[in-house]
Structures are given as C-alpha cells and as structure tokens.
C-alpha cells in the first residue's frame, strides 16, 4: 500500500488521503512504520501546499492493478490528515507534535496540532 501511495501523483489530493489513511492505520495497530508514513504524510501536505481541493470529500478511492480493480468506499473522517497526527499522538505525543509542526499550512498545521494535543491530553499518549 506503501508503495501504491508513493506512485500517486505529487501535490494531489490523492497522495494526501493515501498517506493519511497509511499513517492512521499504522498509528492505531502501533505498526512502527507509523513514523515513516507520518513523515510522507506531512511531505505530501507541503507538496500540495496544505488541503489540496481534491482531497475534499474524497470518500471514494479507485484502485487498479494488472490483475484486479477495486473502489473504497471511506467514510469523511478518514481522510482528514489531522486524523493521522491524532492517531500517532497516542503512541508518541512529542513525535507527532514535531511531525505536525513540520506542515508549511498554517491551518493544516494548526488542525493537526490541535488533534495531537488532544490525543495527548485524553490520556492515550506517554508522557514527555
């Protein structure tokens, strides 16, 4: 998936809603790649210069490869890259405050420091 994420195109919507679904993913199952993909998260945000509009409502994910062909279907909340920072703030609130601050934004950055600063406090994080 990590791979297939890396292909999207660079400054679209979509690589912002693959590396923020990645990264959430792997935040919530503590998967160590969390970080990686939290990084790529954040890259793909300063490339698109914060919320690209066609990550807006893109609820809907077409998928292809040689053998086969799938949609997802993904509920809003999904695909909101503060969701990601959030996640990651559970394991490590320091790290994902550092990655969120990374995001050039300003409220890109601002939503996804705030979802940090609100995983940490609810009690999910270590403390630092």
Not at 3 to 20: E, K
Not at 93 to 117: F, G, N, V
């Amino acid at each position: 998936a990590a791979a297939a994420a890396a292909q999207a195109d660079r400054g679209t919507g979509l690589r912002v809603v693959a590396y923020t679904l990645l990264a959430a993913s792997a935040a919530r199952s503590e998967d160590a790649r969390a970080w990686e993909l939290l990084t790529e998260l954040a890259a793909a945000l300063n490339e698109a210069e914060g919320r690209p509009e066609d990550a807006e409502g893109c609820a809907e994910i077409k998928v292809e490869t040689a053998e086969n062909a799938f949609c997802l279907q993904l509920d809003e909340e999904f695909t909101q890259p503060e969701e990601a920072f959030g996640a990651a703030a559970r394991l490590d609130p320091a790290r994902a405050l550092a990655e969120a601050r990374s995001i050039k934004d300003h409220a890109t950055r601002a939503l996804s420091l705030i979802a940090a600063a609100r995983a940490a406090t609810a009690g999910g994080g270590a403390a630092r």
